[in-house]
């Protein structure tokens, strides 16, 4: 097959399905070059979900005849003159593509006034061909109509989405736009319906205008800094849970896909949150544009970071910060009184026992695989003090009576944390299980790669062989059954995958944590109330609220509530 060069015609084509994969990259592109022109007020129309029209108008400063007649032509822009200045940009928009490629697979409008001017010129291109260049009266400006996208590429239309689908993904995108760029009066219409009417805000006002889900007593702010980097925004508490992922990142103000910024929420909330569950977040990070860049992709939605190690550690840092400080007091779930639950001395997790629970129909928890420890020794009846454990719920849950308050315990949580204290408490010694038959973990070969190049799982009592296609196990934790050996290393692949960007101690406990989920006692344990009794005591001798992920051990009802809900004060 002999080579050719391609038609001019077909090139722009195939570069304009780069930058316009749809109406929301068309909106996208048209209400950045209108922030870029200072707009105080942006103005989105969408007809037939964007892909009969779209209509973007602002009161920018808008452009002369000479540049709209070279707005629409390829490679023109007023943001940079060499190839150096993209390093220090300061405009979403640079590289003089995104108008004309739009022009190039649709039918265009543009009209523009200056303020100085007393008219303004319009003009229409068609399939990147101009058609006519007019004065036209209006406000000052620029107001830019697209009209039947793709009409000439019909191999590109029919991939586009249903019309309502396209809206919707175009309203995500204005959505983020307009939390950029608060102090900008934002207004979306679709076939003329009102679906967003944003007058110019601050922050906060324009998430509370976004996202209206959110309790603002459940969001906290963000305002951090450290040398060149600054970081703003806000953050949910962990009682807002996601089941998607619901974090925005903007990067000097530009929306921006980052899995380094992505990873460095997530784990931030990691103590939080368990496996499945998503953090809510809108954040902005500031920085010198010399120390990032977006000129990596086509949409420019990509971001590559000169010292990523140190935009990583600034943000979970600054948000872990942020949380520590206030998760005490605002957790929905009550801190247990310890100071009025006083205990009685028994055998604690934290010393050389723990608590173990009795052999049950179809499941026996191999308490002397937990911790070691004898029965007897562990129930020893405990005197009276000032709680009364009532019994269990669902299997799952033990009720608790204390003096001024009736307790819920999520004994999966408690059993958990515990286990995850013996462990970390026992680091330097850590016991191990030899195991009759070696266990073959297939993995691929760049995440056998992790194994080869880290032994933090030796660490904690593994020791294993890696081979050409698997991880063969030879000795395992006391604490891990072997039925959960491979599930294990599936999920350490995850957390070695971060070795480069977070902390050693802070991986190591998400794997212990990992280690003392698969081995606390789940609903199928069935547990007594003397058992029950034991557990609560070591959990209050240790002054313990939370598992290792971060949920709740406790749920408290004032006795005072429950009077009020029964109307008896």
Not at 397 to 416: K, P, W
Request: aromatic content about 8%; hydrophobic content about 40%.
């Amino acid at each position: 097959m002999k080579i050719k060069k391609l038609d001019p015609q077909v090139v722009t084509k195939i570069a304009a399905g780069e930058v316009v994969t749809g109406v929301h990259s068309v909106v996208k592109e048209l209400v950045e070059n209108s922030l870029d022109a200072g707009a105080k007020k942006i103005v989105v129309e969408l007809v037939g979900g964007g892909k009969s029209q779209i209509v973007v108008s602002d009161d920018g400063e808008g452009m002369e005849k000479e540049d709209l007649l070279l707005c629409y032509q390829p490679h023109t822009t007023s943001k940079i003159s060499n190839f150096e200045d993209i390093y220090k940009l300061e405009t979403f928009g640079f590289r003089g593509e995104a108008l004309h490629s739009i022009c190039s697979v649709s039918k265009v409008t543009i009209r523009s006034r200056p303020v100085y001017l007393p008219v303004g010129h319009e003009i229409e291109v068609v399939a990147g061909h101009l058609v006519y260049e007019r004065p036209v009266s209006m406000d000052h400006g620029t107001v830019i109509i697209v009209k039947d996208l793709f009409f000439n590429v019909p191999a590109r239309r029919k991939f586009l989405k249903s019309s309502a689908v396209e809206a919707r993904m175009a309203t995500e995108v204005f959505e983020r736009l307009a939390l950029s760029k608060p102090q900008v009066h934002f207004v979306l219409t679709r076939d003329q319906q009102v679906v967003y009417n944003l007058p110019s805000a601050d922050f906060l006002t324009r998430v509370k205008q976004i996202f209206t889900d959110i309790p603002i007593s459940q969001i906290l702010q963000i305002d951090s800094s450290e040398g060149s980097m600054k970081l703003e925004g806000v953050i949910g508490l962990p009682s807002i849970v996601r089941t998607s992922r619901s974090t925005i990142v903007f990067v000097n103000e530009r929306f921006v896909v980052s899995q380094l910024l992505i990873n460095a929420i997530y784990s931030a909330y990691s103590d939080y949150l368990e496996h499945g569950q998503h953090p809510f977040a809108v954040l902005k990070l500031w920085l010198p544009s010399k120390e990032f860049d977006v000129n990596v992709h086509p949409q420019k939605l990509e971001v590559k970071f000169t010292n990523e190690e140190k935009v990583f550690t600034f943000i979970r840092d600054s948000i872990k910060n942020q949380l520590k400080k206030t998760i005490a007091k605002v957790l929905h779930v009550e801190k247990v009184k310890y100071q009025e639950i006083k205990p009685t001395p028994s055998s604690s997790i934290l010393g050389e026992s723990v608590f173990v629970p009795s052999k049950v129909e179809k499941h026996t928890f191999d308490f002397d695989k937990t911790l070691s420890v004898k029965a007897s020794e562990n129930l020893k009846l405990l005197k009276p003090r000032t709680y009364r454990v009532l019994g269990l719920i669902r299997s799952r849950y033990v009720l608790i009576e204390t003096e001024d308050s009736l307790l819920i315990m999520d004994f999966h949580a408690a059993h958990e944390r515990l286990i995850y204290e013996k462990i970390l408490a026992s680091l330097d010694n850590l016991p191990s299980q030899q195991l009759v038959f070696e266990i073959s973990v297939p993995m691929k070969k760049s995440d056998l790669e992790l194994f080869k190049k880290s032994d933090l799982l030796k660490k904690i009592g593994f020791e294993y062989q890696v081979r050409e296609n698997d991880v063969l196990v030879q000795k395992i934790p006391k604490w891990l059954d072997q039925s959960d050996v491979k599930d294990f290393f599936l999920s350490a692949v995850d957390e070695l995958k971060l070795l480069d960007l977070q902390e050693t101690e802070e991986i190591l406990k998400n794997l212990i944590a990992d280690i003392a989920c698969k081995n606390a006692l789940r609903t199928r344990d069935k547990l007594d109330k003397l058992q029950a009794e034991q557990l609560f005591n070591e959990i209050i001798e240790a002054g313990l609220s939370n598992c290792p992920h971060g949920r709740p051990i406790f749920f408290s009802i004032s006795y005072d509530d429950l009077d009020k809900f029964f109307e008896r004060i």
